[in-house]
């Protein structure tokens, strides 16, 4: 989510932290996370389809942003 | 999401990127994602305090997993 855009949920996470003691916590945002395997791609082309798909349809531009990392799936996705 | 858990979420986003012509895609898992500013707190003090609210609040045990890292707001949350 943008900064500018308004996080209902993260705002009700951080009234629920607060009630329950912890209150210096603020600036609560919850957004989305995704894990996806891509078979049979080199780290570059992985790159560049990871940020095709998030234009495509994973992302929601107008309020969303996005960061993405790639790992090898033998030391990441399959642990 | 623990990897014994349905993912409804993900199994929709691996069949329209499939759609969309990404069908080297698999494994797709969506889950959740979040940032809070701790104020006052050093690394380990941020630490705790974050595996006690995760515990007390912010994933469910049973169905979920978490990971989290802690940054100094003046080089990371404040981007």
Do not use: F, H, W
């Amino acid at each position: 989510m943008k900064k500018s855009v308004l996080d209902p949920q993260g705002a009700a996470v951080e009234k629920a932290l607060a009630a329950l003691g912890y209150g210096n916590v603020g600036r609560v945002r919850v957004g989305k996370y995704m894990e996806l395997l891509l078979e049979k791609a080199s780290e570059e082309e992985a790159s560049a389809q990871v940020e095709e798909m998030c234009r495509r349809l994973l992302t929601n531009p107008v309020i969303e942003e996005y960061t993405y990392r790639i790992y090898r799936a033998d030391d990441g996705v399959d642990k």
